[in-house]
């Protein structure tokens, strides 16, 4: 299996540092990541912050979604720290990250794990020998303090393991 890994993708309408309609922008360019990931058989992970902001408009998700629904296999997500509002899990459901979720454009693996033939993909820590390779996702920055974002190596118990990748921000 091959694997594509893209973060921070801030998927907005209105964004005073570009020229031109940023969506179409971000359509376009997630429109070439798309095809490559379907061209090699691929799986396209996502780091966080698929969105600017918790909420964005509903055209700018109709411009998007369809991007994402071209892919073979579901894009798999965990949410940053743009992705959440207010910073609680009790106001997520409101979100267009959750949006994206609940209407299966994405697959979120916040907080779980899945396994994708002989490799292990999570973000959930203490991390720990699996008897198998693993991708650790994570949004933040290492080692760190962010909150709910922080990763630190001190969480890294896998020894043995044959491959351990981590892909963060």
């Known amino acids: 299996m091959k694997f594509v890994f893209i973060t921070d993708l801030h998927i907005t309408g209105v964004c005073n540092v570009r020229h031109g309609d940023p969506a179409e922008d971000i359509r376009d360019k997630l429109s070439y990541v798309v095809d490559y990931v379907n061209g090699i058989d691929g799986q396209l992970l996502i780091g966080g912050d698929l969105f600017d902001k918790s909420i964005v408009s509903d055209s ?3 411009l998007i979604a369809p991007q994402f629904v071209r892919l073979k296999r579901r894009a798999l997500c ?3 720290n743009h992705d959440r509002m207010y910073d609680n899990d009790d106001f997520q459901y ?3 990250y959750n949006v994206f979720v609940s209407h299966g454009v994405i697959t979120d693996i916040t907080d779980t794990e899945v396994m994708y033939g002989d490799v292990l993909i999570t ?3 203490p991390l720990t020998d699996r008897g ?3 991708i650790c ?3 933040g920055f290492l080692n760190l303090e962010d909150g709910r974002n922080t990763f630190r190596t001190t969480d890294i118990h896998a ?3 044959p491959i351990r990748i981590f892909l963060g921000r």
Do not use: P
């Open 78 to 80: 965990i949410n940053g």
């Open 60 to 62: 700018v998700k109709s």
């Open 94 to 96: 409101k979100t267009s």
């Open 132 to 134: 198998c390779k693993q």
């Open 159 to 161: 020894k043995t393991d």
């Open 123 to 125: 973000n959930k820590m």
């Open 137 to 139: 996702l994570f949004h």
